[in-house]
Structures are given as structure tokens and as C-alpha cells.
């Protein structure tokens, strides 16, 4: 493949017109169309103007490739790979989240309803609580139907209802461990933000545009996990 289809191929194959090099190099576009197909009659100068329009290197241009050129592809190649592995990871544990998100839920509602049955029914057995007295221990809001719906404890109980207490406080912790759970399944993309945070120590365009699809694509919904909103990972 001789300079002027190189040329051609890089430039299409990052789906740059002739008119954006053009414009690049402050050329009419009809002169950089003449320039382009000359090819090996073009300067140095000429040939590293356009390479850098492209985001290549000469060597590429040239059909040469430096150790240099070599070592920084192979670098991009294994970032490319681990990006597609994160991706992979992402969708994973995005599909587990929102699993342990409904779990959550339902827990949650489960622990309030249990709680408040068993609390109750417990205390009007051991005749803590009676119609004359529930007053005294909660502050109760009640349905129209006249159930209870909701109620918390007065900051005077005495020590008879560390039992309920202990009954409450040990739904509360199966909660938090579901809690830590999600947070341990998310930890894996404090990888992803470190790379998104040197993303500029890359010159690759491709690779930028693939740091960009990470962030916009995966980590936003994720880092809602840490309490961000979606455009603070961008």
C-alpha cells in the first residue's frame, strides 16, 4: 500500500473527510485533495502536518512503525481489552443490583410490618400495653378504619422493652448486611473511575472515546450506589 491509500485508509477509517483536514491545516479543500493523492511526492513536513491532523504518527503515515509506535499500541490494546472486561463486569452487577434493590425493598417493608405486629402483640401479652396505657409508651398515627399505621418510641421507655428493642435492632443489621453487599459488588468500579481520571495521560483518540462510553454508558447508574447523580462521573 503505497502513501496515498494509507492516507486514504487511515483518514476513512476514523471517518475524517477531506474537507476536516482541510480545515486543519488551513487548506482549501480542493488543494488538500490534490496533496492527498500526491503521496510520496509530499515533504516531511507536509506528511507530519497531516499525520497529526489524522491523530496518528509519521511512522504510521510512512508504513513505519517505531518501538515507540509499538509499545504505545500494545499499551492501548490491553487498557482497550481491561475497558471490555469492565463493561462486561458492569453489566453483571448492574443486573445484580437491581436484584438486591428489590430485595431491599421488600425487606424493608417486611421488617416494618413484622415489627410493629410482633412488637404489639408482644407487648399487649406481657400487658405492657393496654387500650388505657399505649398512649403513654408510643406516639401512634391511626388508619380511618382506626388501625395503627404508624408509631415510634417514646424516649422514656424503661429497660422491659429491650426485648423488642433487641427484635427490631437485629431486623435492622440482616438489612445493613444487604446494604454492604450491594456496596461490595459495586466496589470493583473505583477501577473504572481511576481510569476515567487518567484518561488524558492517553493521547489515543480511540481510547478517549472508549473512556467517554464508560462513563456516559456504565458508571453513571452504578455511582448512584455512593449517592451521585449520573453527570458527576462524566
Do not use: C
Amino acid at each position: 500500500m503505497g502513501i496515498p491509500e494509507r492516507i486514504k485508509a487511515i483518514r476513512e477509517g476514523k471517518r475524517i473527510k477531506q474537507i476536516d483536514v482541510a480545515t486543519s491545516l488551513n487548506l482549501d479543500p480542493s488543494y488538500y485533495a490534490r496533496l492527498e493523492k500526491r503521496g510520496s511526492k509530499m515533504t516531511l513536513d507536509q506528511l507530519q502536518s497531516i499525520a497529526d491532523a489524522l491523530g496518528v504518527s509519521l511512522g504510521e503515515v510512512l508504513g513505519i512503525e517505531s518501538n515507540t509506535d509499538k509499545v504505545e499500541k500494545a499499551k492501548v490494546k490491553a487498557l482497550e481489552h481491561r475497558i471490555m472486561e469492565l463493561e462486561e463486569l458492569a453489566s453483571l452487577h448492574r443486573e445484580r443490583y437491581d436484584k438486591l434493590m428489590g430485595a431491599v425493598s421488600w425487606h424493608i417493608a417486611s421488617i416494618i410490618t413484622e415489627v410493629r405486629e410482633e412488637m404489639t402483640e408482644m407487648a399487649f401479652k406481657k400487658g405492657f400495653l393496654n387500650e388505657s396505657n399505649i398512649d403513654g409508651y408510643f406516639v401512634m398515627e391511626k388508619n380511618e378504619d382506626g388501625t395503627y399505621k404508624d408509631f415510634y418510641f417514646d424516649e422514656s421507655l424503661d429497660e422491659k422493652y429491650d426485648l423488642y428493642l433487641d427484635f427490631f435492632i437485629s431486623n435492622l443489621l440482616t438489612e445493613q448486611q444487604l446494604i454492604q453487599l450491594m456496596h461490595q459488588l459495586s466496589a470493583h468500579l473505583m477501577e473504572g473511575l481511576s481510569f476515567i481520571g487518567n484518561a488524558d495521560l492517553f493521547t489515543d483518540n480511540k481510547l478517549k472515546r472508549a473512556y467517554n462510553m464508560m462513563t456516559s454508558e456504565i458508571f453513571g447508574k452504578e455511582s448512584r450506589l455512593y449517592g451521585e447523580k449520573e453527570n458527576e462521573t462524566s
